[in-house]
């Protein structure tokens, strides 16, 4: 009887998660500027906001766009990882840049790859003449593959200097997955922030999380929430548009297997996500 009644419980927080973020899908969303210089969002019946993301100024506070660039290892981290952050910037006119370093060629398929992160991100509103992708010879996607940080970092600080870039969001030192590639492309941007400290750009990680947060799909939200009270330095980002997420995955054809199709509907990463923010 007791598994029942937890199973019960389980069913009704997911469905009331589920409930608040596509109710909240449909409401539009404002910021306020507190006093002290911190940003809070607040989405319309939607437990959703943004705690201390201050470094990045929205559109509309300063009236210019803010340039924010995601560095990614692959095509399909954006919309595995990273949706939620880039539906919510996008949303709120952020001038988006993606950098990813390989075409993910690891099984031969590169240049397909490539045209579905093209893709993918017409349907993110990430614009396709602010994607570069790489194909690197010293950078090519597998496990036990090394990426240089030095040539990382030199590539990061180039596309920083060409776009104007203020902020830069990547993953953090286990990538998510663990992944070798991401957590050589989070060294890269710290060896580039480190050697480039004058630039005061802004550096913020994606927080891995464990293994029952990382597969507990909506019902995350809830614990985000939670977190942010113990560690209010990070910020939280609900999704607003979680089917958005799940259509741009769906355009990474080659890699839509039933095993990713369930990663994304259970994934949390679908739903929130959490950052933090690198302290050179």
């Keep these: 009887m007791a598994w029942l009644v937890v199973a019960l419980s389980l069913i009704v927080i997911w469905i009331a998660s589920i409930f608040k973020v596509f109710f909240g899908a449909t409401s539009s969303s404002k910021a306020v500027v507190l006093n002290d210089g911190k940003y809070f969002t607040f989405f319309p019946l939607v437990l959703s906001f943004m705690q201390q993301f201050d470094d990045i100024s929205l559109s509309w506070t300063s009236g210019n766009k803010k340039n924010v660039l995601f560095v990614i290892a692959h095509p399909d981290d954006e919309s595995m990882f990273f949706s939620p952050t880039i539906n919510y910037l996008a949303s709120n006119g952020y001038n988006l840049h993606m950098l990813c370093f390989s075409t993910g060629n690891a099984d031969g398929m590169g240049s397909i790859r490539k045209n579905e992160l093209h893709q993918a991100c017409a349907v993110l509103r990430v614009p396709l003449q602010q994607l570069k992708v790489l194909d690197h010879p010293d950078l090519q996607d597998g496990f036990g593959r090394v990426w240089s940080h030095d040539l990382l970092a030199k590539i990061i600080g180039e596309e920083v200097s060409n776009h104007d870039i203020q902020t830069i969001i990547t993953f953090d030192n286990y990538g998510v997955s663990g992944h070798c590639n991401h957590r050589d492309v989070r060294h890269g941007v710290l060896k580039f922030l480190k050697t480039n400290s004058e630039r005061n750009i802004k550096v913020w990680e994606l927080v891995s999380l464990n293994?029952?947060?990382?597969?507990?799909?909506?019902?995350?939200?809830?614990?985000?929430?939670?977190s942010s009270k113990r560690h209010p330095s990070k910020a939280i980002i609900i999704n607003e548009q979680p089917l958005k997420s799940y259509e741009a995955m769906a355009k990474h054809l080659s890699q839509w297997?039933?095993?990713?199709?369930?990663?994304?509907?259970?994934?949390?990463?679908?739903y929130a996500n959490t950052l933090n923010k690198i302290n050179p």
Excluded at 257 to 270: D, P
Aim: charged letters at 15%; proline letters at 3%.
């Design 211 to 226: 293994i029952f947060r990382k597969y507990s799909g909506p019902i995350d939200i809830w614990l985000s929430l939670l």
């Design 257 to 270: 297997v039933w095993f990713r199709k369930l990663f994304v509907s259970f994934s949390s990463y679908t």
